[in-house]
T-cell receptor
C-alpha cells in the first residue's frame, strides 16, 4: 500500500536554529502534499498546501517566512522551521494526495530548547 | 507495518440509515483513539475521541465503540446525512498528548 515517510521522526534543536523536515511518498507520485501541526487535545491545524513545482499555499495565520515549504519533486516536500523558538515545539505531520485518497506520514516531533 | 488500519477505503450509505466505519490497531500501547472528518482541500477536523478506560463515547449522532481485546474501534453515525459525506480518519496515540498515528481513511458517501 501507499506509504508516506517523514524524516527525522524526532529532532531537538536550539532556539534560533533552523530545522528541515522531509516528507516523502515512497511508492507513488504526489502532486499535492499537506503540512499539519498537532496542537493540544489532538487538534490538527493545516499549515499549508504544497504543490509540486509551485509556491505553497499557506493557511491564514501561518508565517510563510518562518515555515518554508519546498515541493521539489513529485515525491518530496520539505518543511523548514527557520529561527526556531520553543513555542514551535510540536508534532508536525505531512500527508500526500493520491487521487481521492490521502496518506498521512508518521510525523516529526520537534523540540526547541 | 501499519499500526492503524482502516480496511474499507469507501462506504456508501442511504440517508437516514446507520453508517459504521471500522478501524483496527496493532499497537497495544495505544490508549487514546480519535476520529477525524476531512472534506476535500481542507484539513481534518476532530470529531470524537475515546480513551481506553471506556468502551463507548457518544456525541449527538456520533458514537465511537472500543473493543480493546480485539484492538478494534468503530464510529457509528445515526442517522446519516448527506453532509456527512467525507473521508473519515481513525487515529491512535499513547496518551492524550501522544503523537497521532493515522489510518488511511474511509470515504463515506451518504446518498439522499
Amino acid at each position: 500500500g501507499a506509504v508516506v515517510s517523514q524524516h527525522p521522526s524526532w529532532v531537538i534543536c536550539k532556539s534560533g536554529t533552523s530545522v528541515k523536515i522531509e516528507c516523502r511518498s515512497l511508492d507513488f507520485q504526489a502532486t499535492t502534499m499537506f503540512w499539519y501541526r498537532q496542537f493540544p487535545k489532538q487538534s490538527l491545524m493545516l499549515m499549508a498546501t504544497s504543490n509540486e513545482g509551485s509556491k505553497a499555499t499557506y493557511e491564514q495565520g501561518v508565517e510563510k517566512d518562518k515555515f518554508l515549504i519546498n515541493h521539489a519533486s513529485l515525491t518530496l516536500s520539505t518543511l523548514t522551521v527557520t529561527s526556531a523558538h520553543p513555542e514551535d515545539s510540536s508534532f508536525y505531520i505531512c500527508s500526500a494526495d493520491r487521487g481521492i485518497e490521502q496518506y498521512f506520514g508518521p510525523g516529526t516531533r520537534l523540540t526547541v530548547t | 507495518d501499519q499500526q492503524v488500519k482502516q480496511n474499507s477505503p469507501s462506504l456508501s450509505v442511504q440517508e437516514g440509515r446507520i453508517s459504521i466505519l471500522n478501524c483496527d490497531y496493532t499497537n497495544s500501547m495505544f490508549d487514546y483513539f480519535l476520529w477525524y472528518k476531512k472534506y476535500p482541500a481542507e484539513g481534518p477536523t476532530f470529531l470524537i475521541s475515546i480513551s481506553s478506560i471506556k468502551d463507548k463515547n457518544e456525541d449527538g449522532r456520533f458514537t465511537v465503540f472500543l473493543n480493546k481485546s480485539a484492538k478494534h474501534l468503530s464510529l457509528h453515525i445515526v442517522p446519516s446525512q448527506p453532509g456527512d459525506s467525507a473521508v473519515y480518519f481513525c487515529a491512535a496515540s499513547r496518551g492524550s498528548q501522544g503523537n497521532l498515528i493515522f489510518g488511511k481513511g474511509t470515504k463515506l458517501s451518504v446518498k439522499p
